[in-house]
């Protein structure tokens, strides 16, 4: 069972320089990552200097597009859980999470992935630059871009014989075929 989320106490942003070093010191630590082992990245040189990386990108980026802003978002986190009744191996939670992510957001995203293996039910934990380094644009993450990438999660975890978690959203849509079905059902006349 496969469930990708932001945290709640956070929302998933980061909004300084020193909570996005924190939140990468935390995901890549050492001891739940079997020492790096499940550790990657891309669009980025060398995983211990991501968060030199990623300030650089939006330096970058402030210096020749957008000026500083207030409560201005460095960094977006998710994380992506599976059951341990899926049995995978922390090398194909990894896989999930990269080819997840990079369906999601292409190949110009500067993000980091870390598998935790800590706990029995294996997680990635993905840190993603609000500051795409080939555009120099912010990210912008709606609900619908959520959703989508709950939808592409679960379609790779799926590839991988995990079992998916219905969400009610998924059971009831909203498209115009099922909102005509309720109307159908639900005359007031």
Do not use: W
């Not at 049995?87 to 110009?108: A, D, R």
């Not at 991988?160 to 009831?172: N, S």
């Amino acid at each position: 069972m496969t469930v990708i989320k932001m945290p709640k106490q956070s929302n998933g942003t980061v909004h300084s320089a020193k909570d996005l070093k924190q939140l990468i010191d935390y995901v890549m630590n050492s001891e739940k990552t079997n020492d790096f082992e499940y550790v990657s990245g891309q669009n980025i040189l060398d995983i211990h200097s991501t968060c030199d990386e990623m300030l650089a990108t939006r330096t970058m980026a402030n210096a020749l597009k957008n000026k500083p802003q207030k409560n201005e978002r460095f960094g977006y986190h998710f994380v992506q859980s599976f059951s341990p009744d899926d049995h995978l191996t922390p090398e194909q939670v990894h896989e999930i999470g990269c080819k997840t992510m990079k369906e999601y957001l292409g190949n110009s995203a500067e993000f980091i992935i870390a598998t935790h293996t800590d706990k029995p039910h294996l997680h990635n934990h993905i840190v993603l630059n609000a500051t795409n380094p080939l555009t120099l644009n912010k990210f912008q993450q709606s609900k619908t871009d959520l959703e989508r990438l709950k939808e592409i999660s679960d379609k790779i975890s799926k590839e991988y014989g995990c079992k998916i978690i219905v969400r009610p959203e998924q059971k009831l849509g909203n498209s115009h075929k099922n909102y005509l079905v309720y109307l159908a059902q639900n005359s007031y006349r």
